[in-house]
């Protein structure tokens, strides 16, 4: 008889056991969201931020819960720090990425007669989220080109 495989959070319809997922911005906001919801259902997350302090305390929380979390600083907008994240990625997961969700990102809430020009430099620089999946993808291809 065959065995239905469900994730922790007990709902038989959705299983994510035995799958990856690397969430970029996954330790505040709704990157939160996004690494609870997929560790529920028993996927095995990766996830990135800019500060070792939050994300340390994060993991720790994630590990209470029995999240399957694990994680590394690393500031998106540089390239050399993309690399480095993909490396520690592809040993995390011996090579294996299921899901990319490249959450990473700013917003500024205000009005809009109120923005500055260092409100939409900040801006444009962090949501080119394209450009680092492009680079995630390259740098992916290289390392397992089958
Ligand atoms: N909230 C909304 O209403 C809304 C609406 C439209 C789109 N979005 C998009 O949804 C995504 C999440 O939004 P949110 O409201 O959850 O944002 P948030 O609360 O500000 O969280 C953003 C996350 O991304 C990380 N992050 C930002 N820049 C980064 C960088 N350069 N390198 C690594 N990590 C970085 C942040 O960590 P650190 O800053 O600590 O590094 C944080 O974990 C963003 O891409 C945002 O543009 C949100």
């Given at each position: 008889?065959?065995?239905?495989?469900?994730?922790?959070?007990?709902?038989?319809?959705?299983?994510?056991?035995?799958?990856?997922?690397?969430?970029?911005g996954?330790?505040r906001g709704i990157g939160?969201?996004?690494?609870?919801?997929?560790?529920?259902?028993?996927?095995?997350?990766?996830?990135?931020w800019r500060s070792?302090?939050?994300?340390?305390?994060?993991?720790?929380?994630?590990?209470?819960?029995?999240?399957?979390?694990?994680?590394?600083?690393?500031d998106l907008q540089?390239?050399?720090?993309?690399?480095?994240?993909?490396?520690?990625?592809?040993?995390?997961?011996?090579?294996?990425?299921?899901?990319?969700?490249?959450n990473a990102g700013t917003i500024v809430v205000k009005e809009t007669t109120e923005f500055t020009a260092q409100d939409f430099s900040s801006i444009t620089k962090s949501i080119r989220n394209w450009?680092?999946?492009?680079?995630?993808?390259?740098?992916?291809?290289?390392?397992?080109?089958?």
């Open positions: 008889m065959a065995t239905t495989t469900i994730g922790i959070g007990g709902d038989k319809r959705w299983s994510l056991v035995g799958t990856t997922a690397l969430i970029t996954g330790t939160v969201g996004i690494v609870e919801e997929l560790a529920g259902f028993g996927a095995s997350i990766y996830t990135c070792q302090k939050d994300l340390d305390q994060r993991l720790q929380e994630w590990k209470s819960k029995g999240y399957v979390v694990s994680g590394s600083v690393c540089s390239p050399s720090q993309r690399d480095q994240l993909m490396k520690s990625v592809a040993s995390e997961f011996c090579g294996n990425l299921n899901i990319l969700v490249n450009e680092h999946c492009v680079h995630f993808f390259s740098s992916w291809c290289c390392s397992f080109p089958d």
